[in-house]
Nanobody
């Protein structure tokens, strides 16, 4: 049984940083397309950072240069380092993995409904 458990969310002021983690069990992260998705109130869930099985990464334009996705294969854990946070980064952040056939493992292309495995999310709130 696949389990993805996020941690690291919280409330910070604009300009601050947070590091999200996603601990996985029942699946080897390095074998799959993995990503972080964000859902702001009233908006559709969107990919913010994605890492493919070959280690290549991609980011939504809104977070490029500020967010970094990485993987600790020894601990089977996915991370998202978020710097220079802005209020627009507020939302529920989800770890997801296993893109379905026909979808490209890139942040600009992968949709939330294309992912097979999901965590329950961690809330990030950025105040101005």
């Amino acid at each position: 049984q696949v389990q993805l458990v996020e941690s690291g969310g919280g409330s910070v002021q604009a300009g601050g940083s947070l590091r999200l983690s996603c601990a996985a069990s029942g699946v080897t992260l390095s074998r799959y397309c993995m990503g972080w998705f964000r859902q702001a109130p009233g908006k559709e869930r969107e990919a913010v950072a994605v890492i493919a099985s070959d280690g290549s990464t991609s980011y939504a334009d809104s977070v490029k240069g500020r967010f970094t996705i990485s993987q600790d294969n020894a601990k089977n854990t996915l991370h998202l380092q978020m710097n220079s946070l802005i209020p627009e980064d507020t939302g529920e952040y989800y770890c997801a993995g296993g893109v379905r056939p026909g979808y490209v493992c890139r942040a600009y292309a992968v949709k939330w409904y294309a992912m097979n495995y999901w965590g329950k999310g961690t809330l990030v709130t950025i105040s101005s």
